[in-house]
């Protein structure tokens, strides 16, 4: 797996959260954001599909929509 950077949030204060990346063998999205706990929310996600044990549901803001696309599109 080859890992490439595309961006961070400019507000995270030094935080390192949330990030995009690209795995660039496969073209696969690498996210880094918040994990969502909130059990309503998670409620409504897992009416949809179950969230097995090895997964995470994450929250990026909207504000790093621009480097998903980045990473899309290349």
Known sequence: ???????IDDTSGGNN?????KDDTD???VLQGWEVTN???LAQL???SSLPDTEKVIRL???MIPY???ACSE
């Open 27 to 29: 073209g696969s999205l």
């Open 39 to 41: 059990l309503s929310e």
């Open 61 to 63: 803001p909207a504000r």
């Open 46 to 48: 897992q009416e949809r």
């Open 17 to 21: 959260c949330p990030m995009v990346w």
């Open 1 to 7: 797996m080859a890992l490439r950077f595309i961006g």
């Open 68 to 70: 998903i696309l980045e």
